[in-house]
């Protein structure tokens, strides 16, 4: 499985700036994710999708705060490294540059 691990991917945007944390796991197979933003509260959300194209993840999800409209997350690994863009309603566009493997 692909991007199986801890990331960490440094944001500065307008209303926030820090790592975005990610946690990929294999759940018997599938694809689990945990979701933390220090000093931000995460919402709830549910996995919808979930495709493998090369070394590039593509993740649909939902949730309720966001008028359980799609999220759109797609990030590229290349070993310790990895690159993506989320794109969320109410939200826009979140570049997600120079992420490492977390400890």
């Known amino acids: 499985m692909l991007g199986i691990g801890k990331w960490a991917f440094p944001v500065n945007m307008m209303g926030y700036r820090g790592n975005i944390q990610m946690d990929i796991i294999d759940k018997g197979?599938?694809?689990?994710?945990?979701?933390?933003?220090?000093?931000?509260?995460?919402?709830?959300?549910?996995?919808?999708?979930?495709?493998?194209?090369?070394?590039t993840l593509h993740i649909a999800a939902r949730t309720p705060r966001l008028g359980n409209r799609d999220i759109d997350v797609s990030v590229t690994f290349n070993g310790d490294t990895a690159a993506g863009v989320v794109s969320a309603p109410f939200?826009?566009?979140?570049?997600?540059?120079?992420?490492?493997r977390a400890e």
């Open 29 to 55: 197979g599938k694809y689990g994710f945990a979701l933390r933003v220090p000093g931000q509260q995460v919402p709830p959300f549910m996995i919808r999708n979930v495709r493998r194209s090369g070394s």
């Open 91 to 100: 939200v826009g566009t979140i570049r997600l540059n120079n992420g490492r």
